[in-house]
């Protein structure tokens, strides 16, 4: 079992590839290679009898990409793409990054006959545009108000029908927003969602730029490289045609996730948060989607957190173990 | 006013620089000027004082796309696609001609500062894949399974990013399988529901491969012209950033085909249709979407024939004056 990683150092890449070198095997294959290819080279622990390599590289240079399915990978993990923020403000490179970038591995694909890997491929709910109904179905289109969701968008369209085609076997996975982020605070608009918890449990303030009765829809980093493995083994006959799904999450206030913070950490640790209303992020917020039925995905055994009281557990577990 | 028609050599291409020349005006303003490309050279007749000019070559090349706006058309039609059978048997040639073609449109527009033309661009409802609702609503998601329809589906994407990011002022039109079309009969699996209509108004016989009780979406040749006038007149702020919108058009069955031309034409010209049912077409057909709810495009002023009577008679009016 051979896997290439697309994004390796990016958070859910790390975290993907500790999981997969903990688990050994994946499609009930043992794991013999892994390599991770990132803009930036990733680092990995405790390989074990994997064999592990990592190299930096431009995904918009199709010679480097095709070089990277020369040895035919089993499963492609593609989670490569510059974020939201970046893709917005600079238009030509979100094209060349996010959009050039996919479509160099697929056609690196299909130029190799007889060759068809699993690809697990990172969408986002950025695909879906306001207005929204109350709860958002399967069956909803794609309209997106960003060059970001609209690169994603496109990327979707295209691991269908190369799946269709037989060039590939893809499987998009729509993500939540991944809550609670590890690391510094960043000044993504999403950022607070991450960093409300985050911070406080660490014993520093952090700012609530929107009003509590914000909602949106998240998972854990664990609940997304738990979607990449079940999305790496789930069988493609039983998904059929429609290969995009909208993960599973928790739909939430941050009045309910402040609430959750204080029953697990208490009041004094939900006290570091400040409110101070930012009228540019609460714009930005208010055209996000709050709530989706994910109902394909759930059917298809996909799963998530239930409860932000988890969500938080989990970051404890896996992020401040050593504390 | 000046005027670039990507496609001009096609069907609705001729037909909209035929209507172009005839109205003599778009947008409120006197056309000065009309550019025709495609793949073959396009041709026309009595432009009067309009300078018409039409040119042949490659839309996959950038240079030769860039070329063509170079004198900054007011108003873009791109109608220029290879159809649906050859993308699907051709897959590079697909993606080449109708992706990167629109992609390299597209680009050259962004090239330049300060220009923001009004893009009309022909999708389909080939961007649609089964399963279907009885009635498919305006928000219904995009699940093409075809090549063709991906590519469609992409430029729709593209072409509301473009817009929203101010670089042009786009308007994507699904067209109704467009029925009568002139000519010859040709072996598109869409064929039949023109080739029984036509072949019979001249006399000849005609082949119907599938049940009379296949229900689908059509609109004339005329209509779909006055699609793309009105596309190109629209205001755009009324349209708002979901730009692409079904066209509106006639859900009916084949039995209600052929008892329009009964009652138009009379019981020996409806007699020249043979049933000879093929199971390949059959089972094609059966994938396709039956009837929409296009409730925005009609809100916004589109408009198509209510009755198949009215569609035969657009045929007679416009194909048969001479006879």
């Known amino acids: 079992m051979k896997i290439l990683v697309m994004g390796a150092a990016g958070m859910i890449g790390r975290k993907l590839i ?4 903990n688990d050994g095997q994946l499609r009930g294959a043992a794991i013999t290679d892994i390599h991770g290819f990132d803009v930036v080279e990733g680092s990995f622990q405790n390989a074990g009898s994997i064999n592990v390599s990592m190299t930096a590289g431009d995904i918009s240079d199709a010679a480097v990409v095709d070089a990277l399915v020369e040895n035919q990978p089993d499963v492609i993990f593609h989670l490569a793409a510059i974020v939201s923020g970046e893709a917005e403000s600079d238009f030509e490179k979100g094209y060349r990054v996010n959009l050039l970038g996919t479509q160099n591995l697929f056609n690196a694909i299909v130029a190799r006959d007889e060759y068809c890997p699993r690809m697990v491929y990172a969408s986002s709910i950025a695909v879906f545009g306001a207005p929204f109904p109350e709860s958002i179905e399967d069956e909803f289109h794609l309209t997106p108000l960003t060059s970001y969701g609209t690169q994603k968008a496109i990327g979707e369209l295209l691991l269908a029908d190369y799946t269709r085609k037989g060039h590939m076997d893809g499987l998009g996975m729509r993500l939540p927003t991944v809550v609670v982020r590890p690391g510094k605070p960043n000044l993504a608009a999403s950022g607070f969602f991450s960093n409300i918890i985050r911070e406080p449990l660490a014993g520093l303030p952090a700012v609530l730029p929107v009003s509590e009765d914000v909602m949106h829809w998240m998972a854990s980093p664990r609940s997304a ?9 789930i069988d493609g006959d039983t998904v059929g045609p429609r290969r995009n ?12 996730m402040i609430a959750a913070l204080e029953k ?7 006290s570091l948060i400040e409110r101070k209303t930012d009228e540019t992020i609460s714009g930005i917020v208010a055209n996000w989607p709050r709530k989706f039925i994910a109902e394909r995905a759930v059917s298809l055994g996909f799963s998530a957190e239930t409860s932000f009281e988890d969500i938080i557990r989990v970051h404890i577990e896996d992020e401040l173990s050593e504390m």
Chains 1, 2 share one sequence.
Do not use: Q
């Open 264 to 270: 697990v950490a208490g009041a004094d640790t939900a």
């Open 18 to 21: 500790e999981r997969l070198l």
């Open 225 to 233: 490289v738990g979607f990449c493995i079940h999305a790496a083994e």
């Open 245 to 256: 799904l909208t993960m599973p999450g928790l739909a939430i206030t941050v009045g309910e």
